[in-house]
């Protein structure tokens, strides 16, 4: 089941925006209010496929089953790439280098499906509701 990659529950500072067409201009993600130095976590059980710096700002990307990839900016991360995690576990904290949300801190969330990219709390929302007897 997929988690939130911050704890608390943070507030969505910008909402998923896909373009109509793939080379427009859009968002590609979701913003999460975050402070610099918070962890980050896993939101599911993946293989770290990069972590380094692209255009000057730390990126994680983790290699999820069924061809999801989720990328997370800026974050400093704490593993290796080839290194495994699971849901839940700790895989970097927030650079304090300014992102796209300053000067306010926030978590980037993407997920891609290919080269699709897709609603990261859209995936949080399928989990199923467990309906409990009335008492």
């Known amino acids: 089941t997929p988690r939130r990659p911050l704890r608390p529950r943070p507030a969505v500072v910008h909402p998923f925006d896909p373009p109509a067409q793939r080379w427009l201009a859009g968002h590609r993600g979701v913003d999460l209010s975050a402070q610099p130095g918070q962890a980050v976590f896993a939101p599911a059980d993946a293989t770290v496929a990069f972590a380094g710096s692209v255009a000057g700002r730390p990126v994680l990307s983790l290699a999820h089953e069924a061809g999801l990839r989720s990328t997370y900016e800026p ?9 495994t995690v699971l849901a ?10 300014p992102g796209h949300c300053a000067p306010a801190g926030c978590l980037h ?8 990219y897709l609603d990261p709390l859209r995936l949080l929302a399928r989990q199923s509701a467990v309906l409990l007897p009335i008492r």
């Open 75 to 83: 974050v400093v991360a704490v593993l290796t790439p080839g290194s």
């Open 88 to 97: 839940g576990d700790l895989i970097g904290y927030l650079s304090p280098v």
């Open 109 to 116: 969330w993407g997920v891609l499906r290919g080269r699709t």
